[in-house]
Protein backbone atom coordinates (compact mmCIF):
# COMPACT_ATOMS: atom_id res chain seq x y z
CA UNK A 1 0.00 0.00 0.00
CA UNK A 2 0.71 3.70 -0.58
CA UNK A 3 2.92 4.96 2.00
CA UNK A 4 4.70 8.87 2.73
CA UNK A 5 6.14 9.45 5.49
CA UNK A 6 7.73 12.72 6.07
CA UNK A 7 10.60 13.96 8.71
CA UNK A 8 12.72 16.85 9.24
CA UNK A 9 10.03 19.60 11.24
CA UNK A 10 11.20 21.17 14.11
CA UNK A 11 11.09 24.51 16.15
CA UNK A 12 13.27 27.14 13.99
CA UNK A 13 13.70 30.67 14.55
CA UNK A 14 12.57 33.54 12.05
CA UNK A 15 14.85 33.37 9.37
CA UNK A 16 16.32 29.67 9.72
CA UNK A 17 16.01 27.29 7.41
CA UNK A 18 14.54 23.30 7.27
CA UNK A 19 14.83 20.55 5.41
CA UNK A 20 11.71 18.23 5.00
CA UNK A 21 11.82 15.05 4.17
CA UNK A 22 9.15 12.53 2.42
CA UNK A 23 10.10 8.25 2.18
CA UNK A 24 7.97 7.16 0.01
CA UNK A 25 7.07 2.83 -1.07
CA UNK A 26 4.22 1.34 -1.92
CA UNK A 27 3.84 2.60 -5.68
CA UNK A 28 6.48 3.33 -8.67
CA UNK A 29 7.97 6.84 -6.94
CA UNK A 30 9.31 8.06 -10.49
CA UNK A 31 6.02 7.57 -12.20
CA UNK A 32 4.02 10.35 -10.31
CA UNK A 33 3.77 13.98 -9.49
CA UNK A 34 4.26 14.95 -5.94
CA UNK A 35 4.10 17.33 -3.53
CA UNK A 36 4.02 19.43 -0.03
CA UNK A 37 0.71 20.46 1.55
CA UNK A 38 0.32 22.36 4.90
CA UNK A 39 -2.30 23.00 7.44
CA UNK A 40 -1.93 25.78 9.92
CA UNK A 41 -3.85 25.59 13.19
CA UNK A 42 -7.41 26.84 12.29
CA UNK A 43 -7.21 26.61 9.02
CA UNK A 44 -7.59 24.42 6.03
CA UNK A 45 -4.74 22.67 4.19
CA UNK A 46 -2.94 25.24 1.63
CA UNK A 47 -1.24 23.35 -1.00
CA UNK A 48 2.96 24.88 -0.94
CA UNK A 49 4.47 23.31 -4.18
CA UNK A 50 4.92 20.20 -6.53
CA UNK A 51 7.13 18.79 -8.37
CA UNK A 52 6.87 16.20 -12.28
CA UNK A 53 7.31 13.17 -12.09
CA UNK A 54 11.49 13.43 -13.59
CA UNK A 55 11.90 16.42 -10.99
CA UNK A 56 12.57 19.46 -14.18
CA UNK A 57 9.52 21.24 -12.96
CA UNK A 58 8.93 22.47 -10.33
CA UNK A 59 5.49 25.00 -8.80
CA UNK A 60 5.40 27.06 -5.92
CA UNK A 61 2.04 29.14 -4.27
CA UNK A 62 2.95 32.68 -4.17
CA UNK A 63 3.13 32.76 -0.32
CA UNK A 64 6.70 30.49 -0.51
CA UNK A 65 8.10 31.64 -3.72
CA UNK A 66 11.82 32.25 -3.85
CA UNK A 67 12.06 31.00 -0.26
CA UNK A 68 11.07 26.66 -0.72
CA UNK A 69 12.50 24.63 -3.29
CA UNK A 70 11.04 21.50 -3.97
CA UNK A 71 13.60 18.55 -5.01
CA UNK A 72 13.26 14.83 -5.31
CA UNK A 73 15.50 11.59 -5.38
CA UNK A 74 13.63 8.84 -7.49
CA UNK A 75 16.82 6.40 -6.82
CA UNK A 76 16.08 6.55 -3.24
CA UNK A 77 12.53 7.81 -3.65
CA UNK A 78 12.63 10.75 -1.17
CA UNK A 79 10.79 14.01 -1.82
CA UNK A 80 12.70 17.31 0.04
CA UNK A 81 11.08 20.81 0.95
CA UNK A 82 14.16 23.00 1.57
CA UNK A 83 12.47 26.37 3.08
CA UNK A 84 14.64 29.46 3.73
CA UNK A 85 13.93 32.69 5.30
CA UNK A 86 11.40 30.85 7.19
CA UNK A 87 8.71 33.34 8.55
CA UNK A 88 5.90 32.67 11.98
CA UNK A 89 3.24 32.25 9.37
CA UNK A 90 5.14 28.70 7.96
CA UNK A 91 3.77 27.47 10.87
CA UNK A 92 2.21 24.24 10.02
CA UNK A 93 2.12 20.81 9.85
CA UNK A 94 3.54 19.97 6.77
CA UNK A 95 3.05 16.51 4.65
CA UNK A 96 3.56 15.30 1.39
CA UNK A 97 1.05 14.09 -0.79
CA UNK A 98 0.97 12.04 -4.13
CA UNK A 99 -0.40 13.86 -7.24
CA UNK A 100 -1.43 12.39 -10.26
CA UNK A 101 0.86 9.68 -12.40
CA UNK A 102 3.13 11.22 -15.20
CA UNK A 103 1.02 10.24 -17.68
CA UNK A 104 -2.04 12.03 -16.64
CA UNK A 105 -0.57 15.31 -16.51
CA UNK A 106 -1.98 16.13 -13.25
CA UNK A 107 0.06 17.55 -10.46
CA UNK A 108 -2.20 17.71 -7.30
CA UNK A 109 -5.85 16.42 -7.15
CA UNK A 110 -6.31 16.33 -3.11
CA UNK A 111 -5.18 14.40 -0.57
CA UNK A 112 -6.08 10.51 -1.30
CA UNK A 113 -2.91 9.63 -0.87
CA UNK A 114 -1.03 11.70 1.86
CA UNK A 115 1.06 10.94 4.85
CA UNK A 116 1.17 12.33 8.58
CA UNK A 117 2.75 14.89 8.15
CA UNK A 118 6.00 16.65 10.30
CA UNK A 119 5.02 20.19 12.68
CA UNK A 120 7.44 23.02 11.70
CA UNK A 121 7.23 25.45 14.22
CA UNK A 122 8.77 29.77 13.43
CA UNK A 123 8.94 31.50 17.09
CA UNK A 124 11.75 33.42 18.85
Known amino acids: QVQLVESGGRLVQPGGSLRLSCAAS????????MNWVRQAPGKGPEWVSGINSGGGTTRYASSVKARFTISRDNAKNTLFLQMNNLKPEDTALYYC?????????????????RGQGTQVTVSS
Open 97 to 113: ARGGSASSGTLYSGDTY
Open 26 to 33: GFPFSMYF
